[in-house]
């Protein structure tokens, strides 16, 4: 009987996440409203989509961006202005070490990187990217200088928030591009 006792305290312990110490250190930095103000300013209309990938785009996807995709349902923010196109928002979120990240990676209409924003990351904050290592994605293109070591520096002290960031900048844009080829 005092067995199951224990049991039950410490389950009641756990799902309250008190014995997890990075649970506390989760920060969500914007949301996804003020995210998107930031990519798509004043004047700038938005129009939400959800697109479902077939089988065979998820394999070009994955192909194309080097890595596994975890979904076929993809939504996303496509911004009008009076000149057309402003451009696109997508969200990532995805497992760094062991806690999630959630970024928005806007592309130009020209599918390029505008920017990439940590929206949320519940790992200790000096594993984090700083806005001044996100910056080298602007103007990039999905291509093979689109990876660490090549086109784009590494973290110092934070390798793995690099690639997995690096791996979400290129699954959005090989989506994007397949998204892109399928329209009418």
């Known amino acids: 009987m005092e067995f199951r006792r224990r049991l039950y305290f410490l389950t009641l312990i756990l ?3 008190t014995l997890n110490p990075d649970a506390a250190t989760a920060k969500v930095l ?23 990938l077939t089988e065979a785009q998820v394999q070009t996807v994955a192909r194309d961006c080097g890595s596994s995709v975890d979904s076929k349902v993809w939504t996303y923010y496509v911004g009008r202005s009076t000149q057309g196109i402003a451009g696109f928002a997508y969200f990532d979120s995805h497992k760094v070490r ?30 984090m990217a700083s806005t001044r290592w996100l910056d080298q994605f602007r103007k ?26 690096t791996r979400a900048v290129r699954r959005v844009l090989a989506v994007h591009r397949v998204l892109a080829d399928s329209r009418p």
């Not at 914007?30 to 930031?38: P, V």
């Not at 990039?140 to 960031?165: P, W």
């Open 140 to 165: 990039k293109a999905l291509n093979d200088d689109l990876m660490l070591h090549r086109g784009l520096r590494n973290i110092t002290g934070a390798s793995i928030t690099s690639e997995t960031v």
């Open 98 to 127: 062991t806690m999630n990240e959630t970024v928005m990676i806007v592309l130009a209409p020209d599918a390029t990187v505008r920017f990439v924003e940590v929206l949320a990351f519940a790992e200790p904050d000096e594993y």
């Open 30 to 52: 914007l949301r996804q409203n003020e995210a998107l103000g930031l990519a798509f300013p004043t004047g700038v209309t938005m129009e939400r989509r959800t697109s479902f």
């Open 15 to 17: 799902s309250a996440g």
